[in-house]
Protein backbone atom coordinates (compact mmCIF):
# COMPACT_ATOMS: atom_id res chain seq x y z
CA UNK A 1 0.00 0.00 0.00
CA UNK A 2 1.26 3.62 -0.67
CA UNK A 3 -0.59 6.63 -0.11
CA UNK A 4 0.37 9.39 -1.96
CA UNK A 5 -0.10 13.05 -0.78
CA UNK A 6 1.11 15.09 -3.89
CA UNK A 7 1.27 18.75 -4.15
CA UNK A 8 -1.68 19.37 -1.82
CA UNK A 9 -2.80 22.63 -1.64
CA UNK A 10 -5.99 24.20 0.51
CA UNK A 11 -7.76 27.31 0.95
CA UNK A 12 -10.69 28.26 2.70
CA UNK A 13 -12.58 31.07 2.08
CA UNK A 14 -12.93 33.34 -1.15
CA UNK A 15 -12.09 35.91 -2.64
CA UNK A 16 -10.62 38.97 -0.36
CA UNK A 17 -10.68 36.27 2.67
CA UNK A 18 -9.29 33.43 0.77
CA UNK A 19 -6.69 32.10 3.22
CA UNK A 20 -3.90 29.57 1.94
CA UNK A 21 -3.55 27.01 4.92
CA UNK A 22 -1.82 24.24 3.29
CA UNK A 23 0.72 24.92 0.16
CA UNK A 24 2.19 22.00 -1.98
CA UNK A 25 2.50 19.59 0.35
CA UNK A 26 3.82 15.87 -0.69
CA UNK A 27 4.94 13.15 1.14
CA UNK A 28 4.53 9.37 0.91
CA UNK A 29 3.45 6.80 3.37
CA UNK A 30 4.05 3.00 2.59
CA UNK A 31 3.12 -0.14 4.30
CA UNK A 32 4.73 -0.54 7.47
CA UNK A 33 5.58 2.99 7.88
CA UNK A 34 5.32 5.37 10.67
CA UNK A 35 5.90 8.92 9.75
CA UNK A 36 4.68 12.17 11.22
CA UNK A 37 4.56 15.81 10.32
CA UNK A 38 5.30 18.35 12.95
CA UNK A 39 3.86 21.60 13.56
CA UNK A 40 3.08 24.66 15.41
CA UNK A 41 -0.41 25.13 16.47
CA UNK A 42 -2.19 26.59 13.32
CA UNK A 43 -0.24 25.20 11.04
CA UNK A 44 -2.57 23.41 9.27
CA UNK A 45 -2.14 20.09 10.18
CA UNK A 46 -5.22 18.93 11.21
CA UNK A 47 -7.04 20.36 7.91
CA UNK A 48 -3.95 17.77 6.35
CA UNK A 49 -5.69 14.85 8.22
CA UNK A 50 -8.69 15.65 7.24
CA UNK A 51 -7.92 15.87 3.70
CA UNK A 52 -6.27 12.17 3.82
CA UNK A 53 -9.07 11.19 5.45
CA UNK A 54 -11.75 12.60 3.14
CA UNK A 55 -13.18 14.56 5.54
CA UNK A 56 -12.52 17.79 3.14
CA UNK A 57 -11.36 18.08 -0.69
CA UNK A 58 -8.52 19.50 -1.09
CA UNK A 59 -8.24 23.00 -3.49
CA UNK A 60 -5.35 21.50 -5.92
CA UNK A 61 -3.43 18.41 -5.81
CA UNK A 62 -4.18 14.91 -4.99
CA UNK A 63 -4.34 12.29 -2.33
CA UNK A 64 -4.11 8.79 -2.93
CA UNK A 65 -3.97 5.59 -2.23
CA UNK A 66 -2.38 3.15 -4.71
CA UNK A 67 -2.96 5.11 -7.35
CA UNK A 68 -6.33 5.94 -6.65
CA UNK A 69 -7.63 9.25 -5.89
CA UNK A 70 -9.43 9.66 -2.51
CA UNK A 71 -13.09 10.76 -2.94
CA UNK A 72 -14.28 10.68 0.86
CA UNK A 73 -13.46 9.09 4.04
CA UNK A 74 -13.58 5.17 4.49
CA UNK A 75 -12.85 2.33 6.21
CA UNK A 76 -9.41 1.96 4.64
CA UNK A 77 -8.06 5.37 6.52
CA UNK A 78 -9.18 5.13 10.21
CA UNK A 79 -8.75 7.87 12.04
CA UNK A 80 -7.97 8.63 15.40
CA UNK A 81 -8.71 12.78 16.33
CA UNK A 82 -7.19 14.83 18.79
CA UNK A 83 -10.09 15.60 20.88
CA UNK A 84 -12.19 12.48 22.91
CA UNK A 85 -14.44 11.03 20.34
CA UNK A 86 -15.85 7.55 22.18
CA UNK A 87 -19.48 7.50 22.03
CA UNK A 88 -20.24 8.12 25.37
CA UNK A 89 -23.26 5.41 25.03
CA UNK A 90 -21.54 2.56 24.36
CA UNK A 91 -19.17 1.01 26.78
CA UNK A 92 -15.75 0.70 25.64
CA UNK A 93 -16.20 -2.79 23.87
CA UNK A 94 -19.24 -1.51 21.86
CA UNK A 95 -16.65 1.31 20.78
CA UNK A 96 -14.47 -1.21 19.64
CA UNK A 97 -16.21 -3.26 18.11
CA UNK A 98 -18.94 -0.15 16.49
CA UNK A 99 -17.09 0.04 13.15
CA UNK A 100 -17.16 -3.92 12.70
CA UNK A 101 -20.62 -3.47 13.06
CA UNK A 102 -21.08 -0.88 10.40
CA UNK A 103 -18.92 -2.97 8.09
CA UNK A 104 -21.29 -5.97 9.22
CA UNK A 105 -18.74 -8.25 10.44
CA UNK A 106 -20.34 -11.78 11.78
CA UNK A 107 -21.01 -11.45 15.22
CA UNK A 108 -18.46 -14.49 16.06
CA UNK A 109 -15.92 -12.42 14.60
CA UNK A 110 -17.03 -8.97 16.04
CA UNK A 111 -16.74 -10.74 19.52
CA UNK A 112 -13.11 -12.52 19.14
CA UNK A 113 -11.32 -9.18 17.13
CA UNK A 114 -12.86 -6.68 20.12
CA UNK A 115 -11.29 -8.53 22.81
CA UNK A 116 -8.46 -9.33 21.13
CA UNK A 117 -8.23 -5.65 20.43
CA UNK A 118 -9.01 -4.87 23.68
CA UNK A 119 -6.12 -6.94 24.91
CA UNK A 120 -3.90 -5.29 22.86
CA UNK A 121 -4.23 -1.94 24.18
CA UNK A 122 -4.60 -3.12 27.79
CA UNK A 123 -7.58 -2.67 28.63
CA UNK A 124 -9.66 -6.18 28.92
CA UNK A 125 -10.77 -5.48 32.36
CA UNK A 126 -12.45 -1.82 30.88
CA UNK A 127 -14.71 -3.99 28.37
CA UNK A 128 -17.76 -2.82 29.92
CA UNK A 129 -17.18 0.88 31.67
CA UNK A 130 -18.32 3.37 29.88
CA UNK A 131 -16.28 6.25 28.63
CA UNK A 132 -16.84 8.95 31.26
CA UNK A 133 -15.84 6.11 33.48
CA UNK A 134 -12.42 6.08 31.24
CA UNK A 135 -9.60 8.16 31.82
CA UNK A 136 -8.03 10.45 29.33
CA UNK A 137 -5.44 7.99 28.63
CA UNK A 138 -7.54 5.17 28.33
CA UNK A 139 -10.39 6.56 26.23
CA UNK A 140 -7.59 7.42 23.83
CA UNK A 141 -6.36 3.73 23.74
CA UNK A 142 -10.05 2.49 23.22
CA UNK A 143 -10.37 5.14 20.53
CA UNK A 144 -6.89 3.57 18.72
CA UNK A 145 -8.37 0.06 19.48
CA UNK A 146 -11.51 0.85 17.76
CA UNK A 147 -9.51 2.29 14.55
CA UNK A 148 -7.45 -0.34 14.58
CA UNK A 149 -10.60 -2.80 14.82
CA UNK A 150 -11.57 -1.55 11.51
CA UNK A 151 -8.71 -2.83 9.92
CA UNK A 152 -7.37 0.16 7.82
CA UNK A 153 -4.69 0.38 5.42
CA UNK A 154 -3.30 2.84 7.04
CA UNK A 155 -3.91 4.88 10.55
CA UNK A 156 -4.41 8.37 11.17
CA UNK A 157 -3.08 10.13 14.20
CA UNK A 158 -4.03 13.58 15.03
CA UNK A 159 -2.33 14.90 18.29
CA UNK A 160 -3.97 11.26 19.60
CA UNK A 161 -2.27 12.42 23.13
CA UNK A 162 -2.73 16.25 22.77
CA UNK A 163 -5.05 16.77 25.56
CA UNK A 164 -3.06 14.46 27.92
CA UNK A 165 -0.47 15.40 30.57
CA UNK A 166 2.72 14.96 30.14
CA UNK A 167 3.25 11.21 32.10
CA UNK A 168 0.38 9.74 30.42
CA UNK A 169 1.67 11.09 26.97
CA UNK A 170 5.10 9.71 27.88
CA UNK A 171 4.00 6.10 28.79
CA UNK A 172 1.37 6.38 25.71
CA UNK A 173 4.35 6.88 23.20
CA UNK A 174 5.71 3.50 24.51
CA UNK A 175 2.45 1.84 24.37
CA UNK A 176 2.38 3.50 20.52
CA UNK A 177 5.77 2.46 20.00
CA UNK A 178 5.24 -1.13 21.55
CA UNK A 179 1.79 -1.20 19.39
CA UNK A 180 3.85 -0.20 16.12
CA UNK A 181 6.36 -3.13 16.70
CA UNK A 182 3.86 -5.70 17.53
CA UNK A 183 1.19 -5.12 14.87
CA UNK A 184 3.32 -3.88 12.32
CA UNK A 185 0.90 -0.87 11.45
CA UNK A 186 0.56 1.98 9.11
CA UNK A 187 0.70 5.34 10.50
CA UNK A 188 0.65 8.98 9.81
CA UNK A 189 0.98 10.92 12.78
CA UNK A 190 0.59 14.62 13.35
CA UNK A 191 1.92 16.30 15.94
CA UNK A 192 3.37 19.89 17.45
CA UNK A 193 5.58 17.70 19.85
CA UNK A 194 9.11 17.16 18.39
CA UNK A 195 10.33 14.50 20.91
CA UNK A 196 6.90 12.18 20.15
CA UNK A 197 7.51 12.92 16.57
CA UNK A 198 10.89 11.54 17.10
CA UNK A 199 10.83 9.00 19.51
CA UNK A 200 7.45 7.16 17.12
CA UNK A 201 8.51 7.94 13.16
CA UNK A 202 11.33 6.61 10.84
CA UNK A 203 10.32 10.17 8.64
CA UNK A 204 9.60 13.37 9.97
CA UNK A 205 8.57 16.70 8.12
CA UNK A 206 8.61 20.16 9.57
CA UNK A 207 5.17 22.27 8.81
CA UNK A 208 5.77 25.91 8.71
CA UNK A 209 3.14 28.02 9.53
CA UNK A 210 1.23 30.67 6.98
CA UNK A 211 0.79 29.25 4.84
CA UNK A 212 1.55 25.16 6.04
CA UNK A 213 4.32 24.14 4.14
CA UNK A 214 7.08 21.45 4.27
CA UNK A 215 10.22 22.58 5.04
CA UNK A 216 12.05 19.85 6.26
CA UNK A 217 11.93 16.18 5.60
CA UNK A 218 14.53 14.18 7.89
CA UNK A 219 15.00 10.20 8.15
CA UNK A 220 15.43 9.33 11.62
CA UNK A 221 17.60 6.41 12.28
CA UNK A 222 17.47 5.94 15.94
CA UNK A 223 18.38 2.95 17.95
CA UNK A 224 14.57 2.17 19.57
CA UNK A 225 15.50 -0.33 21.63
CA UNK A 226 14.47 1.41 24.73
CA UNK A 227 12.37 4.34 24.22
CA UNK A 228 13.61 6.00 28.06
CA UNK A 229 17.61 5.88 27.34
CA UNK A 230 16.07 7.56 23.45
CA UNK A 231 14.81 10.22 25.38
CA UNK A 232 18.11 11.62 27.27
CA UNK A 233 20.69 9.98 24.27
CA UNK A 234 22.87 12.77 22.92
CA UNK A 235 22.42 11.82 19.40
CA UNK A 236 18.81 12.06 19.86
CA UNK A 237 18.72 15.20 21.95
CA UNK A 238 21.25 16.46 19.23
CA UNK A 239 18.63 16.15 16.08
CA UNK A 240 15.74 17.18 18.41
CA UNK A 241 17.69 20.75 19.08
CA UNK A 242 18.69 21.21 15.36
CA UNK A 243 14.79 20.62 14.25
CA UNK A 244 13.95 22.74 17.04
CA UNK A 245 15.75 25.58 16.23
CA UNK A 246 14.48 25.03 12.62
CA UNK A 247 10.61 25.53 14.04
CA UNK A 248 11.70 27.82 16.08
CA UNK A 249 12.83 30.35 13.27
CA UNK A 250 9.91 29.84 11.33
CA UNK A 251 7.77 31.39 14.49
CA UNK A 252 7.00 35.19 14.18
CA UNK A 253 9.19 36.83 16.99
CA UNK A 254 7.21 37.47 20.08
CA UNK A 255 9.51 39.78 21.42
CA UNK A 256 10.30 43.36 19.42
CA UNK A 257 13.89 43.32 18.37
CA UNK A 258 16.07 45.43 20.53
CA UNK B 1 -28.91 16.26 64.75
CA UNK B 2 -26.51 15.09 61.51
CA UNK B 3 -29.86 12.45 60.60
CA UNK B 4 -32.45 15.82 60.50
CA UNK B 5 -30.16 17.22 58.15
CA UNK B 6 -29.30 14.30 55.89
CA UNK B 7 -33.44 14.29 55.65
CA UNK B 8 -33.35 18.04 54.77
CA UNK B 9 -31.04 17.27 51.97
CA UNK B 10 -33.18 14.34 50.55
CA UNK B 11 -34.51 15.78 47.14
CA UNK B 12 -38.33 15.22 47.69
CA UNK B 13 -38.30 16.54 51.73
CA UNK B 14 -37.91 20.17 50.76
CA UNK B 15 -40.61 20.11 47.87
CA UNK B 16 -43.11 17.94 50.07
CA UNK B 17 -42.56 20.80 52.51
CA UNK B 18 -43.62 23.25 49.84
CA UNK B 19 -46.76 21.57 49.16
CA UNK B 20 -47.36 20.81 52.77
CA UNK B 21 -47.20 24.16 53.91
CA UNK B 22 -49.47 25.55 50.88
CA UNK B 23 -52.27 22.59 52.02
CA UNK B 24 -51.85 23.92 56.00
CA UNK B 25 -52.62 27.69 54.70
CA UNK B 26 -54.84 26.60 52.96
CA UNK B 27 -56.56 24.58 55.60
CA UNK B 28 -56.42 27.48 58.07
CA UNK B 29 -57.68 30.14 55.80
CA UNK B 30 -61.14 28.46 54.72
CA UNK B 31 -61.47 26.71 58.41
CA UNK B 32 -61.39 30.28 59.75
CA UNK B 33 -63.70 31.54 57.39
CA UNK B 34 -61.43 34.35 55.99
CA UNK B 35 -62.51 33.67 52.56
CA UNK B 36 -66.27 33.18 51.52
CA UNK B 37 -66.44 29.78 50.85
CA UNK B 38 -68.12 30.19 47.09
CA UNK B 39 -64.70 32.06 46.44
CA UNK B 40 -62.17 29.56 48.58
CA UNK B 41 -63.55 26.34 48.75
CA UNK B 42 -61.75 24.37 52.09
CA UNK B 43 -59.75 21.32 51.19
CA UNK B 44 -62.37 18.94 52.30
CA UNK B 45 -65.58 20.10 50.18
CA UNK B 46 -62.74 19.51 47.37
CA UNK B 47 -62.13 16.49 48.07
CA UNK B 48 -65.68 15.56 48.23
CA UNK B 49 -66.15 16.88 44.83
CA UNK B 50 -63.85 14.56 43.69
CA UNK B 51 -65.37 11.73 45.51
CA UNK B 52 -68.49 12.33 44.09
CA UNK B 53 -67.17 12.95 40.41
CA UNK B 54 -65.23 9.51 40.94
CA UNK B 55 -68.17 7.90 41.88
CA UNK B 56 -70.72 9.20 39.25
CA UNK B 57 -67.73 8.64 37.02
CA UNK B 58 -67.41 11.67 35.57
CA UNK B 59 -64.06 11.71 36.86
CA UNK B 60 -62.59 8.54 34.98
CA UNK B 61 -64.76 9.46 31.98
CA UNK B 62 -63.47 13.19 31.80
CA UNK B 63 -59.80 11.75 32.29
CA UNK B 64 -59.60 9.31 29.50
CA UNK B 65 -60.65 11.86 27.21
CA UNK B 66 -58.22 14.12 28.35
CA UNK B 67 -55.70 11.92 28.31
CA UNK B 68 -56.70 10.57 25.32
CA UNK B 69 -56.22 13.45 23.39
CA UNK B 70 -53.22 15.22 24.80
CA UNK B 71 -51.39 11.37 23.95
CA UNK B 72 -52.52 10.50 20.45
CA UNK B 73 -52.00 14.69 19.64
CA UNK B 74 -49.02 14.25 21.22
CA UNK B 75 -47.80 10.84 19.79
CA UNK B 76 -48.34 11.90 16.22
CA UNK B 77 -46.45 15.34 17.02
CA UNK B 78 -43.46 13.81 18.49
CA UNK B 79 -43.84 11.15 15.24
CA UNK B 80 -43.32 13.46 12.92
CA UNK B 81 -40.47 15.85 14.92
CA UNK B 82 -38.29 13.76 14.91
CA UNK B 83 -37.12 12.79 11.52
CA UNK B 84 -38.21 16.37 10.41
CA UNK B 85 -35.87 17.55 13.25
CA UNK B 86 -33.10 15.28 12.57
CA UNK B 87 -33.44 16.29 8.82
CA UNK B 88 -33.52 19.89 9.60
CA UNK B 89 -30.19 19.74 11.57
CA UNK B 90 -28.43 17.42 9.36
CA UNK B 91 -29.57 18.99 5.43
CA UNK B 92 -28.39 22.29 4.71
CA UNK B 93 -31.27 22.61 2.19
CA UNK B 94 -33.97 21.60 4.21
CA UNK B 95 -32.72 23.99 6.93
CA UNK B 96 -32.92 26.60 4.72
CA UNK B 97 -36.13 25.64 3.32
CA UNK B 98 -38.25 25.12 6.49
CA UNK B 99 -36.67 27.41 9.02
CA UNK B 100 -37.79 30.56 8.49
CA UNK B 101 -41.69 28.82 7.74
CA UNK B 102 -41.30 27.32 11.42
CA UNK B 103 -39.57 30.18 12.54
CA UNK B 104 -42.91 31.91 11.59
CA UNK B 105 -45.89 29.60 12.58
CA UNK B 106 -44.56 29.07 16.40
CA UNK B 107 -45.16 32.84 16.97
CA UNK B 108 -48.44 31.89 16.05
CA UNK B 109 -50.27 30.70 19.24
CA UNK B 110 -52.20 27.47 19.28
CA UNK B 111 -55.42 28.49 20.91
CA UNK B 112 -55.18 30.77 17.96
CA UNK B 113 -56.12 28.05 15.43
CA UNK B 114 -59.21 26.88 17.02
CA UNK B 115 -61.85 28.36 15.62
CA UNK B 116 -60.11 27.55 11.96
CA UNK B 117 -60.07 23.99 13.02
CA UNK B 118 -63.72 23.81 14.26
CA UNK B 119 -64.40 25.40 10.66
CA UNK B 120 -63.02 22.79 9.22
CA UNK B 121 -63.16 19.71 11.57
CA UNK B 122 -65.98 20.37 13.81
CA UNK B 123 -66.71 19.46 17.28
CA UNK B 124 -65.46 16.00 17.53
CA UNK B 125 -62.07 14.28 18.43
CA UNK B 126 -59.85 15.07 15.40
CA UNK B 127 -59.95 19.52 15.98
CA UNK B 128 -58.39 18.58 19.17
CA UNK B 129 -55.85 16.28 18.38
CA UNK B 130 -54.66 18.29 14.98
CA UNK B 131 -54.34 21.61 17.96
CA UNK B 132 -52.55 19.61 19.89
CA UNK B 133 -50.56 18.66 17.14
CA UNK B 134 -49.95 21.72 15.74
CA UNK B 135 -48.87 23.24 19.21
CA UNK B 136 -46.09 21.01 19.98
CA UNK B 137 -44.71 20.40 16.50
CA UNK B 138 -42.98 23.19 15.89
CA UNK B 139 -40.97 23.01 19.18
CA UNK B 140 -40.40 19.36 19.14
CA UNK B 141 -38.64 19.80 15.47
CA UNK B 142 -36.47 23.07 16.29
CA UNK B 143 -35.40 21.49 19.88
CA UNK B 144 -34.73 18.15 18.27
CA UNK B 145 -32.83 20.56 15.59
CA UNK B 146 -30.96 22.35 17.97
CA UNK B 147 -29.69 18.87 19.46
CA UNK B 148 -28.79 17.57 16.08
CA UNK B 149 -26.61 20.73 15.79
CA UNK B 150 -24.85 20.11 18.84
CA UNK B 151 -23.84 16.44 18.07
CA UNK B 152 -19.68 16.67 17.87
CA UNK B 153 -18.66 16.75 14.96
CA UNK B 154 -15.61 13.82 15.80
CA UNK B 155 -18.08 11.25 16.64
CA UNK B 156 -19.71 11.42 12.59
CA UNK B 157 -16.34 11.98 11.18
CA UNK B 158 -15.27 8.52 13.32
CA UNK B 159 -18.53 6.35 11.98
CA UNK B 160 -17.33 8.02 8.13
CA UNK B 161 -14.11 7.01 9.17
CA UNK B 162 -14.86 3.75 10.32
CA UNK B 163 -16.77 2.63 6.75
CA UNK B 164 -20.32 4.03 7.65
CA UNK B 165 -23.05 4.72 5.14
CA UNK B 166 -24.90 8.47 6.04
CA UNK B 167 -28.09 5.76 6.85
CA UNK B 168 -25.97 4.28 9.36
CA UNK B 169 -24.75 8.10 10.44
CA UNK B 170 -28.23 9.10 10.97
CA UNK B 171 -29.31 6.20 12.93
CA UNK B 172 -26.31 5.17 15.08
CA UNK B 173 -24.93 8.04 15.63
CA UNK B 174 -27.46 10.88 15.19
CA UNK B 175 -30.40 9.12 17.20
CA UNK B 176 -28.35 7.69 20.01
CA UNK B 177 -26.74 10.65 20.58
CA UNK B 178 -29.57 12.99 20.90
CA UNK B 179 -32.02 10.42 22.17
CA UNK B 180 -31.75 12.38 25.77
CA UNK B 181 -32.58 16.43 24.62
CA UNK B 182 -35.19 14.17 22.79
CA UNK B 183 -36.68 12.73 25.65
CA UNK B 184 -36.00 16.49 27.75
CA UNK B 185 -38.20 18.44 24.86
CA UNK B 186 -41.00 16.08 25.16
CA UNK B 187 -41.23 16.16 28.81
CA UNK B 188 -40.88 20.08 28.14
CA UNK B 189 -43.18 20.40 25.28
CA UNK B 190 -46.07 17.81 27.33
CA UNK B 191 -46.43 20.76 29.51
CA UNK B 192 -48.18 22.76 26.17
CA UNK B 193 -49.68 19.44 25.52
CA UNK B 194 -51.77 19.74 28.67
CA UNK B 195 -52.39 23.32 28.34
CA UNK B 196 -53.84 23.06 24.63
CA UNK B 197 -56.28 20.14 25.87
CA UNK B 198 -57.38 22.07 28.38
CA UNK B 199 -58.48 25.21 26.41
CA UNK B 200 -59.92 23.23 23.43
CA UNK B 201 -61.98 22.05 26.25
CA UNK B 202 -63.17 24.82 27.39
CA UNK B 203 -63.67 26.17 23.99
CA UNK B 204 -65.95 22.90 22.75
CA UNK B 205 -66.23 19.51 23.61
CA UNK B 206 -68.70 17.22 25.97
CA UNK B 207 -66.58 15.84 28.12
CA UNK B 208 -62.74 16.41 29.52
CA UNK B 209 -61.30 17.88 32.55
CA UNK B 210 -61.70 21.31 30.72
CA UNK B 211 -65.14 21.02 30.27
CA UNK B 212 -65.98 20.01 33.38
CA UNK B 213 -64.26 23.22 34.58
CA UNK B 214 -66.17 25.45 32.24
CA UNK B 215 -69.26 23.51 33.40
CA UNK B 216 -68.52 24.46 37.10
CA UNK B 217 -68.12 28.05 36.60
CA UNK B 218 -71.43 28.46 34.82
CA UNK B 219 -73.25 26.97 38.05
CA UNK B 220 -70.18 28.72 40.43
CA UNK B 221 -68.91 25.29 41.79
CA UNK B 222 -65.51 26.66 42.87
CA UNK B 223 -64.85 23.16 44.70
CA UNK B 224 -65.09 21.50 41.27
CA UNK B 225 -63.28 24.23 39.27
CA UNK B 226 -60.30 23.50 42.27
CA UNK B 227 -60.59 19.63 41.54
CA UNK B 228 -59.95 19.97 37.78
CA UNK B 229 -57.17 21.79 38.61
CA UNK B 230 -55.52 19.94 40.82
CA UNK B 231 -56.27 16.34 38.73
CA UNK B 232 -55.16 18.07 35.69
CA UNK B 233 -51.64 19.48 37.83
CA UNK B 234 -51.45 15.84 39.28
CA UNK B 235 -51.32 14.24 35.80
CA UNK B 236 -48.85 16.59 34.52
CA UNK B 237 -46.53 15.82 37.37
CA UNK B 238 -46.87 11.86 37.02
CA UNK B 239 -46.39 12.38 33.18
CA UNK B 240 -43.10 14.85 34.23
CA UNK B 241 -42.10 12.07 36.25
CA UNK B 242 -42.69 9.17 33.81
CA UNK B 243 -40.31 11.20 31.01
CA UNK B 244 -37.25 11.43 33.84
CA UNK B 245 -37.97 7.43 34.42
CA UNK B 246 -37.50 6.89 31.12
CA UNK B 247 -34.77 9.59 30.82
CA UNK B 248 -32.89 7.99 33.93
CA UNK B 249 -33.35 4.08 32.48
CA UNK B 250 -32.73 4.65 28.79
CA UNK B 251 -29.98 6.91 28.74
CA UNK B 252 -27.79 6.45 31.96
CA UNK B 253 -24.69 7.76 30.03
CA UNK B 254 -25.74 11.19 29.78
CA UNK B 255 -26.25 11.68 33.47
N1 LIG C 1 -13.20 25.09 8.00
C1 LIG C 1 -12.33 26.12 8.04
N2 LIG C 1 -12.68 27.33 7.55
C2 LIG C 1 -11.81 28.36 7.60
N3 LIG C 1 -10.58 28.29 8.10
C3 LIG C 1 -10.15 27.12 8.61
C4 LIG C 1 -11.02 25.97 8.60
N4 LIG C 1 -10.35 24.94 9.17
C5 LIG C 1 -9.13 25.43 9.50
N5 LIG C 1 -9.02 26.73 9.16
C6 LIG C 1 -7.82 27.57 9.35
O1 LIG C 1 -6.70 26.85 8.94
C7 LIG C 1 -5.61 27.06 9.80
C8 LIG C 1 -5.02 25.76 10.22
O2 LIG C 1 -5.95 25.08 11.06
P1 LIG C 1 -5.68 23.61 11.60
O3 LIG C 1 -6.79 23.25 12.51
O4 LIG C 1 -5.42 22.70 10.45
O5 LIG C 1 -4.35 23.83 12.43
P2 LIG C 1 -3.56 22.80 13.37
O6 LIG C 1 -2.17 22.81 12.90
O7 LIG C 1 -4.27 21.52 13.44
O8 LIG C 1 -3.63 23.54 14.76
P3 LIG C 1 -3.75 22.92 16.23
O9 LIG C 1 -2.36 22.52 16.61
O10 LIG C 1 -4.22 24.08 17.04
O11 LIG C 1 -4.70 21.79 16.19
C9 LIG C 1 -6.10 27.94 10.93
O12 LIG C 1 -5.63 29.25 10.72
C10 LIG C 1 -7.59 27.88 10.82
O13 LIG C 1 -8.14 29.12 11.17
MG1 LIG D 1 -5.23 20.36 15.01
Keep these: MQLRVDQVEKSFGSGRSRKLVLDRISFTVNTGEFVALVGSSGSGKSTMMRLVAGLDRPTAGVISIDGTPVRGPGSDRGMVFQKYSLYPWLTAAQNVAFGMELQGLNRREIRERTSYFLEVVGLADAARRLPRELSGGMQQRVAIARALAAQPRVLLLDEPFGALDLQIRESMQEFMHDLWQRTGLTALLITHDLEEALLLAREVHILAPNPGRIVRSVAVDLDRGDLRHLRLSPQFLELREELASCLRGMEPALTPAP | ?255
Excluded at chain 2, 23 to 42: E, G, H, M, N
Excluded at chain 2, 80 to 89: E, T
Excluded at chain 2, 180 to 187: E, F, L, M, S, W
Design chain 2, 1 to 255: MARAKDLLHHPWVLGLTGVLVVLLIWTLVTSLRLVDPLFLPSPAAVLAAGRAQAGQGLLWADLLASVGRVLGGFALSAAVALPLGIAMGTSTVINRLLEPLMGLIRYMPAPAFIPLLIIYFGLGELPKILLIFIGTLFFNTLMIMDAVKFVPRELVETALTLGGRTSQVLLRVITPCIAPQVIDAYRINMAAAWNLVIVAELVAANEGLGKRISLAQRFLRTDEIFLGLIVIGLIGLVIDLGFRLVMRRACAWAN
